[in-house]
């Protein structure tokens, strides 16, 4: 299983961008998609998340309303639009395959398969 992300950069206070994340070797569709991140001496934390089929995103409270989560199965590909971005969104972004319980959906326990992570940097 590889999962390769992709899209990440310096951008200003209030810049946008876009992640990708491209899935081989699973059944994308038979997966829970999801992208975590890691400022730098912090735990990894949850971001977004997004059920099989599209449905049911969930996301963070820090990150609500200014990130979109979104899958294409037919591509096998993950994507996270990102807005109205700050500099504490700073960090190491991951995409992440899974199949977790409902209540492990926003724990890095639910996801068994990592990319290598993609830098985001928000200057101020």
């Known amino acids: 299983v590889q999962l390769q992300a992709c899209g990440g950069g310096l951008v200003q206070a209030g810049g946008s961008l876009r992640l990708s994340c491209t899935a081989s070797?699973?059944?994308?569709?038979?997966?829970?998609m999801a992208w975590f991140r890691q400022a730098p001496g912090k735990e990894r934390e949850f971001v977004a998340t997004?059920?099989?089929?599209?449905?049911?995103?969930v996301y963070a409270d820090s990150v609500q309303g200014r990130f979109a989560i979104s899958r294409d199965n037919a591509k096998t590909t993950l994507h996270l639009q990102m807005n109205s971005l700050r500099p504490e969104d700073t960090a190491v972004y991951y995409c992440?395959?899974?199949?977790?319980?409902?209540?492990?959906?926003?724990?890095?326990?639910?996801?068994?398969?990592w990319g290598q992570g993609t830098q985001v940097t928000v200057s101020s």
């Open positions: 997004t059920w099989r089929r599209g449905s049911a995103p």
């Open positions: 992440a395959a899974g199949q977790p319980i409902l209540s492990s959906r926003r724990s890095t326990t639910g996801y068994r398969h």
């Open positions: 070797g699973l059944t994308f569709d038979n997966y829970v």
